[in-house]
């Protein structure tokens, strides 16, 4: 019993460990995703983590996609039993620091999807920072909430009723 655990536990570790990373100088983006919608819902919400291994900081001035109309940079706050999103103008990322965007905090905000995005494909996003850097990544559509995340998939994608589109 403890054997096959330990085996899993290795399965785990390597599926964890095989991270998809996409560079420009200082700057990571990594583990990109896109939350799977139903049929129909034109704003969908990605997901990642960028990582500045610079002594600078790092401004993420905007996102775009090919396959979106729109991307805007979002941060889900709860206040009592209300949750809002606020849109941000920008994110620094500081030095030698990563930023989390993940289920229930800040996340890319997908607006009027050009056509229906289904689990396993593949969505293209460039970020642009504020020194001018570029940086290409694809994200992957998949449905549920991150393995191992843990309380983060608790709150779910309706948190984004407020949007009206
Ligand atoms: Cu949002």
Redesign the pocket.
Known sequence: MIKIFSQVLAALTLGFLASNVWANGDIQVKDAWVQAAPPGVK?M?AYLEIKNNGKQQQVLTGVSSPAFGKI?I?R?VIQGNVAR?D?LKELTIPANASVLLQQGGL???LMDVKKPLASGDQVPLAFIFGNGEKIAATAIVRSGKMEGMGEGGTMDHSG?GG?KH
């Open positions: 704003v919400a805007e979002h889900s999103m849109h996340h890319l905000m984004h949007h």
